[in-house]
Structures are given as C-alpha cells and as structure tokens.
C-alpha cells in the first residue's frame, strides 16, 4: 500500500451532517420531476397568455394600417370613404378607429405597393440556422414571418426544434397540446407524402404553422436506421420533398431549426433556398460561428460523396447581426471581426438587443406582438424599425427570386 493510500485508509471516518448532502436520484426519479416542471409550465403560460390561453394578434391604428400601406393620412382617409368594400374597421373611444390584422391585411393585400408573386410560381424556402443556442434563430423566424405578413406574404412556419420554442412562440406548449402527428414525424417515418396534414393555422393571420415536440428526436435515430437499411433512401431529402407540394400556398416557408448539426437540420439546409444565420456580436458567439462554417463545410463535402448526383445551390446566405448589444464595449469589435470574416454575406441591418420583449409575459411573444408599448416609444420604435427593415430586405429577395423564375419559365 502507497503511503498515500495508507493515510487515506487511517484517516478516522467522521460523519458530518451536511446542509447540502448530495441526494441520490435514481433515474426513475426524474419522471417526477419532468411532471412537476410541465404542470408549473402549463400553470404559468396560463397565467401570462392573455387572454388564457391563447394569444392574441396585435390590433392596429388608422395611421398604422396608412403606413403598412405606405400612403398618407389623407389617401388613407379618401379610401377608407370611396372603397366600400374595404374594411372599416371599428369605431373606438375618442372617434378613433381600430382594425384588426386580418382587416390590416386586406387593406395591406389591395392598397399597400408590394410585387405578388406571380401565378405559377412558387413560394421559397429559407432555414434559419446556427449551431449555438440562444442566438436569435426562433425570434428571427417567428418576427420574420410576422414582418414578412404586414407585406401581404403568406408564410408557412416549420418548427423543426424538439425544444418547440416557436411553437410555444404561438401560444402552443408542446408537451401537452402538440401530438406527434401533428410534426413533421409521420413524413419522416415514410407514413405521409407530404406536410400538408401537419398545417396548423395561428393566431396570427398570414402565418401557418407546422409545430415541434420533443418527439422529433425520433428523427435522429429512424433517418440514419432507414439509410443504413436501404442506400438509396436520401434521407437528406425527406423534408424537401414534403414540403414541394404545399409552396404553391406560401409566399414563403421558414423553417426553425434545432442548434446541431442534427438529421433534422440537414432536411432543412437541404430543401432550403435561402440560409440566414443569425450571430450576435459577442466573442464566444464569433467562436462558435466559425464551427458552424466548419461543421457546415464539413456536411456538404459529405453531401457531395453521398450523393454525388445532388446539385445543391442556396439563392442567398446571410449572416445576420442579432442581440447587438451597443453598451458592450465588445461589441464593435466583435462586428468588425463578423464583418470582415463573412465580407458580402453580412446583411446590412442589425437587429438590437432589446428590452421591449424582455418581461416575462412578453418573452412568449415578439416585438409584432405588442399593440401598445408601455415602456418608452423610442425603445420600441428602434426595434421594431430593425425588424421591419430585415422584412423588407428579404421581401426584396423574394421577389427578385420569383421575377427570376418567371423569366426563365
Ligand atoms: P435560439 O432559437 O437561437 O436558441 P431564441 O430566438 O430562442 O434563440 O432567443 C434566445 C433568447 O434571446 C430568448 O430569450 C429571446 O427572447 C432572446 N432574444 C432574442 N432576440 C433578442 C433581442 N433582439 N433582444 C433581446 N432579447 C432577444
Ligand atoms: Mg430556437
């Protein structure tokens, strides 16, 4: 026996009654802990989606319904008397009139300036995608799609995130209110052609959704086994291929992804047009960006050589500048890092790190969500001007896209 080991073995065993003595958990036990915390889950987004449960969609003002349009208060005014068969809206305290978003939309649908996408040509696909958590991804997808609305577009949302943060985005709790058949999971394991059964509508007119649980996870394990059993299955393709029917509905479909490389990632990257990744301006983020650059390259080499048949071409891929925080002495610093190392992929916005929906109640929603800010206006509009301007922009492409598919048709 080592000298050490003696020393250890003669020391006299005291028993300490300790205040934070370890607690030993079976595995069993955590069961009663995954109930406990869905119960208080259930429990307070009850108490925080107003009205309970479900969410509701912003209302809009005579101005605001004139801006989404982009015409003054007097062309507004004119319309409003000469255009029967557009709505009114409704007559609230103080002469003022209060339309809802579905009446926004038709106005925004008949008046607002926006290209349509020309009949016969189909809507595009975009993944939002990063391997790190925490960075925007859902937020991004979820005010995209709302932004992207308030232009006329109809968008279809695909939650592909076992953690189902933009389901719950909708006012939807997966583990209790989402089955299985309502995922993409029966198009993964073969049982169904295509999405269209998983089309869920939202409480937010313009923006369907396909929503997320954590049964997802099943994807990781049957895609690899079906590939295994049979090499000619693209397991690569099986998102791609459900959604192909459904993109003559949809201006657009934005597909939320987990923070992997998972299989379900790469059905998104796959059948996806347009890539955006968003990167908040922080050193650790930078970091992790770069892996996912890596890993990403990594992914298509390995494309190539499993499927050296697939070309496979993004129509953009964008980096977008997210959560910049400007009180962050980093942060200039950390965007000229970003800037220099994605040149000509970086989108010319960013988007602020913003208080506006960081009160608990509001963090189940966007800065779209809010009627009436109560915190100061400036905040708000400073937000919201960001997140408008990243709508445009990609409307802008959108259109580009779809006048390019026309012309060559
Ligand atoms: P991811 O999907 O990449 O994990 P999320 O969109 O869920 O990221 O965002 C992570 C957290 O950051 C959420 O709590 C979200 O509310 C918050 N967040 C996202 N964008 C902003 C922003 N611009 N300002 C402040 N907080 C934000
Ligand atoms: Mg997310």
Same mark, same amino acid.
């Given at each position: 026996?080592?000298?050490? $080991?003696?020393?250890?073995?003669?020391?006299?065993?005291?028993? &300490?009654?300790?205040?934070?003595?370890?607690?030993?958990?079976?595995?069993?036990?955590?069961?009663?802990?995954?109930?406990?915390?869905?119960?208080?889950?259930?429990?307070?987004?009850?108490?925080?989606? $107003?009205?309970?449960?479900?969410?509701?969609?912003?209302?809009?003002?005579?101005?605001?319904?004139?801006?989404?349009?982009?015409?003054?208060?007097?062309?507004?005014?004119?319309?409003?008397?000469? *255009?029967?068969?557009? @709505?009114? !809206?409704?007559?609230?305290?103080?002469?003022?009139?209060?339309? #809802?978003?579905? *009446?926004?939309?038709?106005?925004?649908?008949?008046?607002?300036?926006?290209?349509?996408?020309?009949?016969?040509i189909r809507g595009k696909k975009i993944a939002i995608g990063n391997f790190k958590g925490g960075?925007?991804?859902? +937020? +991004?997808?979820?005010?995209?799609?709302?932004?992207?609305?308030?232009?006329?577009?109809?968008?279809?949302?695909?939650?592909?995130?076992?953690?189902?943060?933009?389901?719950?985005?909708?006012?939807?709790?997966?583990?209790?209110?989402?089955?299985?058949?309502?995922?993409?999971?029966?198009?993964?394991?073969?049982?169904?052609?295509?999405?269209?059964? $998983?089309?869920?509508?939202?409480? %937010?007119?313009?923006?369907?959704?396909?929503?997320?649980?954590?049964?997802?996870? !099943?994807?990781?394990?049957?895609?690899?086994?079906?590939?295994?059993?049979?090499?000619?299955?693209?397991? %690569?393709?099986?998102?791609?291929?459900?959604?192909?029917?459904?993109?003559?509905?949809?201006?657009?479909?934005? &597909?939320?992804? @987990?923070?992997?490389?998972?299989?379900?990632?790469?059905?998104?990257?796959?059948?996806?047009?347009?890539?955006?990744?968003?990167?908040?301006?922080? $050193?650790?983020?930078?970091?992790?960006? #770069?892996?996912? %650059?890596?890993?990403?390259?990594?992914?298509?080499?390995?494309?190539?050589?499993?499927?050296? *048949?697939?070309?496979?071409?993004?129509?953009?891929?964008?980096?977008?500048?997210?959560?910049?925080?400007?009180?962050?002495?980093? +942060?200039?610093?950390?965007?000229? %890092?970003?800037?220099?190392?994605?040149?000509?992929?970086?989108? @010319? &916005?960013?988007? @602020?790190?913003?208080?506006?929906?960081?009160?608990?109640?509001?963090?189940?929603? +966007?800065?779209?969500? &809010?009627?009436?800010?109560?915190?100061?206006?400036?905040?708000?509009?400073?937000?919201?001007?960001?997140?408008?301007?990243?709508?445009?922009?990609?409307?802008?492409?959108?259109?580009?896209?779809?006048?390019?598919?026309?012309?060559?048709?």
């Amino acid at each position: 026996m080592s000298t050490a $080991a003696r020393t250890r073995a003669e020391k006299p065993q005291v028993s &300490i009654k300790l205040k934070h003595a370890p607690k030993p958990m079976p595995l069993s036990a955590i069961k009663a802990i995954a109930d406990n915390a869905s119960g208080m889950l259930v429990d307070v987004r009850e108490s925080m989606l $107003a009205p309970h449960p479900r969410k509701n969609p912003p209302v809009f003002t005579t101005a605001q319904v004139g801006d989404l349009c982009r015409i003054d208060r007097q062309r507004m005014h004119y319309l409003s008397r000469s *255009e029967s068969d557009l @709505p009114q !809206g409704t007559l609230r305290h103080s002469r003022s009139r209060e339309f #809802t978003l579905e *009446e926004a939309r038709i106005w925004i649908d008949r008046i607002g300036p926006y290209a349509k996408r020309p009949a016969g040509i189909r809507g595009k696909k975009i993944a939002i995608g990063n391997f790190k958590g925490g960075v925007s991804k859902t +937020t +991004t997808a979820m005010t995209l799609a709302q932004g992207l609305s308030l232009f006329g577009r109809r968008v279809l949302l695909v939650d592909l995130d076992p953690q189902a943060s933009l389901s719950a985005l909708h006012g939807i709790l997966a583990d209790s209110e989402v089955a299985d058949e309502q995922t993409v999971l029966p198009l993964i394991y073969g049982d169904e052609e295509d999405l269209q059964y $998983a089309i869920q509508s939202t409480y %937010w007119d313009g923006v369907d959704l396909i929503p997320a649980s954590a049964a997802l996870f !099943g994807a990781e394990f049957f895609l690899p086994f079906k590939q295994s059993k049979d090499q000619s299955f693209q397991f %690569w393709n099986v998102l791609n291929k459900g959604l192909e029917p459904l993109l003559s509905d949809y201006d657009v479909v934005i &597909i939320d992804t @987990p923070p992997a490389l998972s299989y379900l990632t790469i059905n998104a990257f796959m059948a996806a047009d347009g890539l955006i990744v968003p990167t908040p301006p922080s $050193a650790l983020d930078y970091a992790s960006s #770069t892996q996912f %650059w890596n890993l990403f390259s990594d992914l298509s080499e390995s494309m190539t050589q499993v499927a050296p *048949e697939l070309v496979k071409s993004f129509d953009f891929i964008h980096v977008l500048l997210a959560k910049v925080d400007q009180s962050q002495a980093a +942060t200039p610093i950390v965007r000229d %890092w970003i800037n220099k190392t994605y040149e000509g992929l970086v989108l @010319p &916005i960013e988007i @602020p790190t913003t208080a506006v929906t960081q009160t608990a109640a509001a963090e189940f929603g +966007t800065v779209y969500d &809010i009627s009436r800010y109560q915190g100061s206006l400036k905040t708000y509009q400073r937000a919201r001007e960001a997140y408008d301007r990243f709508a445009e922009i990609v409307d802008q492409q959108l259109v580009a896209l779809w006048q390019a598919d026309q012309e060559a048709k």
